[in-house]
């Protein structure tokens, strides 16, 4: 099973930033509590302004990260004091190394997540899956439902936009009659 920890890191001052990479770290450490060869998993769950940061100053966080096609940079938060003080991510890092930077603005900001440790990280990624394919199964059959539902109520509708048209006939040759 994986070990979570808490990780967060602040960037205060423009162009600061900050590296998650526990490899290069690893590979540093003498003693202590080593994760040497442990995968590891970087998740950021809330980037939050400081108290201390300027009222109408832009803030923006960005990300570099290994993508699918190599390395990607992408902002990830755009904060203001006063406007947008913090922001709910949902953001998995697998790879080593990711770059926190402040493109823009002073801050304070700080990002908060957690970092998964574990030789069975396999595990957790088999567990979100099966939350996954239970939540698409969940909707496919709420929308199954809905289906059939709506197969009921459509004999009923059609019905009754026919026989409101024959009412209004019969009631019309009535009034001729008069």
Known sequence: MAEEYL?????VGEKSSEVWDPEHKNDDAEG?????????????KMALLGPEAKPGELNVLQVEAMGLKGLIK???ALLERGKTEQIILDLSFPDPPVTFTLVKGSGPIHIVGHNLLGTHMEEFDDLEDEMEEEN???????K???VEDDEDEEPKKKN??????????????KNKKK
């Open 144 to 146: 199954d439902t809905e």
């Open 7 to 11: 990780f967060g890191i602040t960037l």
């Open 32 to 44: 202590g509590n080593q994760h040497f060869g442990v995968d590891q998993k970087l998740i950021i």
């Open 74 to 76: 992408t902002p990830i």
């Open 160 to 173: 009754a936009k026919l026989s409101a048209p024959a009412k209004n006939k019969n009631q019309a040759n």
């Open 136 to 142: 698409i199964d969940d909707e496919d059959d709420e």
